[in-house]
């Protein structure tokens, strides 16, 4: 089984300024997983571009926190929101903030 990636879709894309696409960001993260060989669930607020999980009535954070309690195999948690890393980050095995992703995503170095 892969390594799951829980990704707060928005404090990634807002990391940056100009802030990125929602579609770009998508698939930004869709070549990276493939080529990490990991599973990403990239988790927006309310709707979600093509590729993208969307919360509808839920926020992303609630979404994200749920999910990590499922997941019996460790993940990683990509979100520079503090709040969420408290209660969605306790198992996980690594926590990558948006800002770094985003620059990893973009390929700054």
């Not at 926190?65 to 520079?80: F, H, K, M, N």
């Amino acid at each position: 089984m892969s390594l799951t990636v829980l990704v707060d879709a928005r404090n990634v894309l807002r990391s940056r300024w100009p802030n990125i696409p929602e579609d770009e960001l998508v698939r930004l993260i869709g070549e990276w997983a493939a080529e990490e060989d990991v599973e990403a669930e990239i988790v927006f607020d309310g709707r979600a571009p093509e590729g993208g999980i969307g919360t509808g009535g839920e926020s992303a954070d609630d979404w994200i926190t749920r999910r990590a309690r499922e997941l019996e195999v460790p993940y990683w948690l990509v979100t520079s929101d503090r709040e969420l890393r408290e209660r969605a980050g306790g198992r996980a095995d690594r926590v990558i903030g948006g800002g770094a992703f985003a620059s990893l995503l973009a390929g700054d170095r």
